[in-house]
């Protein structure tokens, strides 16, 4: 049985930092594109960023890019998302996802499993 589990969100300032950490099991994560998702509330869930298999190619929402870094560990099956400078529209709650059939995928309906969510919240 996949299980992604996230961690890392809480509560932070305007400008702060924070790191989510996505841990997987019960799949081969070094054959799944690994992604990153958030849902603001009253809004759609929306692509934020995504890496290949082997981490060589990164992809990012346009409203996130340059402040935010996806990585990935095999060692640990753990991705990671380094989000620094947040703003309050950063607040949302951010699912984890892998696509074990593309080589990355910025598309939801790409993935095939998903991470329960954890909140970031950012006050202004």
């Known amino acids: 049985q996949v299980h992604l589990v996230e961690s890392g969100g809480g509560l932070v300032q305007a400008g702060g930092s924070l790191r989510l950490s996505c841990a997987a099991s019960?799949?081969?994560?070094?054959?799944?594109?690994m992604g990153w998702f958030r849902q603001a509330p009253g809004k759609e869930r929306e692509f934020v960023a995504a890496?290949?298999?082997?981490?060589?190619?990164?992809l990012y929402a346009d409203s996130v890019k340059g402040r935010f870094t996806i990585s990935r560990d095999s060692a640990k099956n753990t991705v990671y998302l380094q989000m620094n400078s947040l703003k309050p529209e950063d607040t949302a709650v951010y699912y984890c996802?892998?696509?074990?059939?593309?080589?990355?995928?910025?598309?939801?309906?790409?993935?095939?499993?998903w991470g329960q969510g954890t909140q970031v919240t950012v006050s202004s």
């Open positions: 019960g799949l081969t994560f070094s054959s799944c594109a």
């Open positions: 890496i290949s298999r082997r981490g060589a190619t990164t």
């Open positions: 996802a892998a696509d074990p059939d593309t080589a990355i995928a910025t598309l939801e309906r790409s993935y095939d499993y």
